[in-house]
């Protein structure tokens, strides 16, 4: 069965530095997103992207947040100056043209 | 805007027993509902959706809800629990005038006694 799958499943990195998180989506899906789990919390939604572009974002993805597609197949998130706040279980998820999302294993974010 | 409460964090039980998981939604349009498991050092996996089809639903593992608009409810039942059931249960509402964005609950952690 086709899943979503992330790369790396977990990095420790260090405050301010940058982190891009990588997911190949299943490769007839045409939506993608990005949402994060802080440690005890809800599962939070962060951004959609639909034909290249961002469709909607979160109050939490701001400027030091970035999606790209840029090879048509990964799909990355990346947090430019990464602050301790930012630790979390990030998760990729696509849709196709239906109403049901699809999730990755999820990437485990720890910022020290 | 939607929402989805999700009553008890946590829950207990029997192996053998009846597993009840609550969800209470809040829609100002039709819902999609859906409810994910989330097993230790996993990801998210959808257990089972209603999509305004009928409003009984069978997942996997045993695991079936029953939307009830009247009660603005999505309540997620097993009749006999597995040790194998041991893990984080997320309720989730969506709508197609909102991209289908999903909107989460705080999670139920099932524990299950041998």
């Known amino acids: 069965e086709p899943e979503v799958t992330q790369t790396p499943s977990h990095q420790v990195t260090q405050m301010g530095q940058e982190v891009i998180l990588r997911c190949v989506p299943i490769?007839?899906?045409?939506?993608f997103y990005w949402y994060r789990q802080i440690l005890g919390q809800k599962v939070e939604f962060l951004v959609s992207?639909?034909?290249?572009?961002?469709?909607?974002k979160s109050e939490i993805f701001d400027d030091q947040f970035s999606v790209e597609r840029p090879d048509g197949s990964n799909f990355t998130l990346k947090i430019r100056s990464t602050k301790l706040e930012d630790s979390a279980m990030y998760f990729c998820?696509?849709?196709?043209?239906?109403?049901?999302?699809?999730f990755g294993e999820g990437s485990w974010l720890t910022v020290v | 805007a939607q929402s989805v409460t999700q009553l008890g964090s946590h829950v207990s039980v029997s192996e053998g027993a009846l597993v009840l998981l609550r969800c209470n939604y809040s829609?100002?349009?039709?819902?999609?509902l859906f409810w994910y498991v989330q097993y230790p050092n996993q990801g998210l996996q959808l257990l089972l959706k209603?999509?305004?089809?009928?409003?009984l639903v069978k997942g996997i593992n045993g695991f079936e809800a029953e939307f009830k608009k009247s009660e603005t409810s999505f309540h997620l039942t097993k009749p006999s629990a597995h040790m194998s059931d041991a893990a984080e249960y997320f309720c989730?509402?969506?709508?197609?005038?909102?991209?289908?964005?999903?909107?989460f609950g705080a999670g139920t952690t099932v524990t299950v006694r041998a």
């Open positions: 490769s007839n899906h045409l939506y």
């Open positions: 998820a696509g849709r196709a043209s239906g109403n049901t999302i699809y």
């Open positions: 989730a509402v969506s709508a197609r005038s909102n991209d289908y964005k999903l909107s």
């Open positions: 209603y999509t305004s089809a009928a409003t």
């Open positions: 829609s100002s349009v039709p819902p999609y």
């Open positions: 992207f639909y034909n290249n572009e961002i469709s909607e």
